[in-house]
């Protein structure tokens, strides 16, 4: 026979019951906590805790249960225990509102424990009981089901990387030192960017060392060297293509541009590709299986690289000029927008230009768009995002919105603390988490835990 339900000694947990495919049953405990690790509805109005869950395609289901002096005692059972699981959370009272959300997980490969930072909407929470390994700024961070890596960006050689459990808010406990051990022999990455290849692959490009593929899956073989195309560096653009690979485009040799790109395919394969024009410096984003290519050249041309053709074809309805450190929105489909950067003589850039119906290169057009009035150097863009977080003596957060064919860029939420060149991850339910950067030229070695409005309803 099943055992009894559990309820969990403090007043702020979720117990969610699951049965593992026999007759025991098993308590998964989900702790709601603020940034300090403490109860998050003390000291508020709040009343009611709704929790709405999803397992795999099963219907999504419903909860809510009563706050009552600060504390609550709640228990979901899961209906599957084994598949892809999503869930919200939502605690609310006359004059509160707080939301939370984790990543997607299995709850029979959870360690039976899942934190969920809350969080006011359109706000960010600063988490203060667990800090990186070492300050980063200008490095790269990805999300692989309910696990991040963080790599590069930091003076500390030991801590070149942290394999992190974003279930479990970053515990320093859940640090993978292996990987840690196989980067240190590759000496100081430097500033390193990254891209997802799939679900567990992450391609990494550091500025200081040769580029290599970072497996979540693969226990016993996670760095696996690449060879990308001469050129290959601080200089390319670098891309995730969803259900395709990753690609590292341009680059530089002796300060001459380059026109050679690297795809790297989910199997590890690699396909060399050409772009039109060499280019060093440019800016870049995936739209379908394509990728648009934008300026590191001193016309600040286009063009798109077409998923099943070796050379881009250029973008006609384009000449930009000289857009230095420019970052490149796109809407995954056909729509992207470039912002920022700088021109040739160093003055920052507020114009942006508009690229629209590029799910064809026949149809594929650029155009002025409307100025970014709050232009800056050093933001961050996540994977599958149109935030653009932080940047260069800046808190802010803005989102970039395509609406019946006109875009605008519009206040999302502000940091707690100015972020220069941080790097963030993006959940499935549109929460999402930003870590490190600089603060006066100082590197961080913190997170914040970000919600917009409204979570994405299941």
Excluded at 336 to 345: C, K, P, T, W
Aim: aromatic residues 6%; glycine residues 10%; hydrophobic residues 45%.
């Amino acid at each position: 026979m099943p055992v009894p339900l559990l309820l969990l000694g403090l007043s702020y947990f979720v117990g969610i019951l699951g049965c593992d495919e026999s007759t025991t049953q098993t308590v998964v405990s989900i702790r709601i906590v603020d940034g300090d690790n403490g109860n998050p509805v003390e000291g508020t109005d709040a009343d009611t805790l709704s929790i709405a869950i999803q397992e795999g395609e099963l219907e999504p289901r419903s909860f809510t249960f009563p706050i009552v002096n600060e504390s609550f005692d709640a228990a979901i059972e899961f209906q599957s225990f084994v598949s892809p699981t999503l869930l919200r959370a939502l605690l609310t009272g006359a004059s509160t509102t707080l939301l939370s959300a984790p990543p997607v997980f299995v709850p029979n490969n959870s360690d039976n424990f899942v934190r969920l930072v809350a969080a006011a909407p359109s706000s960010c929470e600063s988490i203060s009981f667990n800090l990186m390994e070492a300050p980063r700024a200008r490095f790269g961070m990805a999300l692989s089901g309910s696990f991040a890596l963080l790599v590069g960006g930091t003076s500390v050689a030991e801590t070149e990387s942290e394999f992190l459990d974003v279930l479990q808010w970053f515990s320093n406990t859940n640090t993978l030192n292996r990987a840690n051990v196989e980067l240190e022999m590759r000496g100081s990455l430097g500033d390193t960017r990254v891209a997802s290849i799939d679900e567990t692959q992450i391609l990494v490009l550091p500025s200081d060392t040769p580029a290599f593929v970072f497996d979540m899956a693969d226990q016993e073989d996670r760095i696996k060297d690449v060879r990308l195309h001469i050129g290959a560096g601080v200089r390319s653009a670098i891309v995730s293509v969803p259900a395709v690979g990753a690609m590292v485009i341009g680059g530089a040799v002796d300060g001459v541009a380059q026109s050679a790109v690297t795809l790297v395919g989910r199997d590890g394969g690699l396909t060399a590709l050409q772009l039109s024009t060499p280019r060093s410096g440019p800016a870049a984003t995936a739209l379908g299986a394509d990728v648009l290519v934008v300026g590191g050249n001193e016309a600040g041309d286009a063009e798109l690289l077409v998923g099943g053709q070796s050379t881009g074809e250029p973008v006609t309805s384009l000449s930009d000029g000289v857009r230095e450190g420019g970052a490149l929105v796109g809407d995954g489909s056909s729509r992207a927008l470039l912002v920022g950067g700088v021109d040739e003589i160093g003055a920052l850039r507020q114009d942006t230009v508009e690229f629209d119906a590029c799910s064809d290169i026949d149809t594929c057009d650029a155009s002025p768009g409307r100025a970014w009035t709050t232009a800056r150097l050093d933001v961050a863009l996540a994977e599958n995002s149109t935030l653009l977080i932080g940047g260069t003596d800046s808190a802010l957060i803005e989102e970039v919105r395509w609406s019946q064919g006109i875009v605008a860029i519009v206040p999302f939420a502000e940091l707690n603390v100015a972020r220069a060149a941080p790097s963030a991850v993006v959940l499935e339910s549109g929460a999402f988490i930003v870590g490190g950067g600089s603060d006066g030229g100082v590197r961080l070695d913190d997170f914040e835990f970000c919600v917009p409005a409204a979570l994405e309803p299941l």
